[in-house]
């Protein structure tokens, strides 16, 4: 079994910044994909970003691309979310989500996630 904790969110204004990061606990031996998705009131869940294994391969949706970073300390068994020139419509619960892989590959959809955090708060101001 595998726990994945995130944390960082807050509340900041338009053009800010935040850094999110998810940590892995349990038995986290082995090869992981990691990912982000964000759920904002009254949608469904979205996928914004992935990450395989190594830390060779990343994805971004369309929406993030150019603001949004995603990377890994394998040693210290996080993933994390830069984020940056947040917008308005970046305010969500996000969430981070790993799943077992031999393959360096990224997972862009939510179901091929095995593990899943509680989410963390990201609201952003106008």
């Known amino acids: 079994q595998v726990q994945l904790v995130e944390s960082g969110g807050g509340l900041v204004q338009a053009g800010d910044s935040l850094r999110l990061s998810c940590a892995a606990s349990g038995r986290t031996f082995g090869r992981f994909g990691g990912g982000w998705f964000r759920q904002a009131p009254g949608r469904e869940r979205e996928f914004v970003a992935a990450i395989s294994w190594s830390g060779s391969y990343t994805h971004y949706a369309e929406s993030v691309k150019g603001r949004f970073t995603i990377s890994r300390d394998n040693a210290k068994n996080t993933v994390h979310l830069q984020m940056n020139s947040l917008k308005p419509e970046d305010t969500a619960v996000y969430y981070c989500?790993?799943?077992?892989?031999?393959?360096?590959?990224?997972?862009?959809?939510?179901?091929?996630?095995?593990?899943w955090g509680q989410g963390t708060q990201v609201t952003v101001s106008s």
């Open positions: 989500g790993a799943r077992p892989s031999l393959d360096d590959f990224v997972f862009v959809r939510e179901f091929e996630y095995t593990y």
